[in-house]
């Protein structure tokens, strides 16, 4: 992603550049029972592809985040992430009780950052949504896509 060149200094770990994602909704530990539920619920959304529009940057102190992110979340974007939580209560999955927040890390373990906005926002056309399991034993820690779905375009 472009972002990451107009960064001022914050000596922290950048993702691995084929990691960098939007989570929609976090599953955290799967046991692989589970799997086959979480596999037919997300492939049972239905959802149009959409723009996001990232624009700003800022740093979360406690984790010591830097990330980027829309200033404005798309509905389609809200929607989306709704459909999933909903689906994925079959599964056992309770949805998130603080309000949806869209970021990408840009950066782990990183010095303080002023948030800011782009000059140049950076267009995302978001058009698929995939279940995703993070390897944790390397630096960065990596990820790898389970399944991958089209949204409807």
Avoid at 42 to 55: K, N, P, V
Avoid at 59 to 78: D, F, N, Q, S
Avoid at 82 to 105: D, V, W
């Amino acid at each position: 992603m472009r972002v990451g060149s107009r960064l001022p200094r914050h000596d922290g770990r950048p993702p691995h550049p084929e990691d960098l994602h939007i989570t929609l909704v976090f599953l955290g530990s799967v046991a692989p029972e589970q799997y086959p539920c979480v596999l037919d619920a997300a492939g049972q959304i239905h959802a149009s592809s959409f723009e996001l529009w990232i624009d700003r940057v800022g740093y979360w102190k406690r984790p010591r985040i830097l990330w980027c992110a829309p200033a404005e979340t798309p509905v389609a974007l809200l929607e989306l992430v709704s459909a999933l939580q909903q689906a994925l209560m079959s599964c056992g999955f309770q949805p998130e009780k603080r309000r949806y927040s869209p970021h990408i890390t840009l950066a782990r373990k990183a010095r303080p950052v002023a948030a800011y906005r782009l000059s140049q926002p950076l267009l995302w056309r978001v058009g698929s949504l995939a279940l995703v399991a993070s390897h944790s034993g390397t630096e960065p820690p990596r990820y790898q896509v389970i399944k991958k779905w089209a949204l409807d375009s």
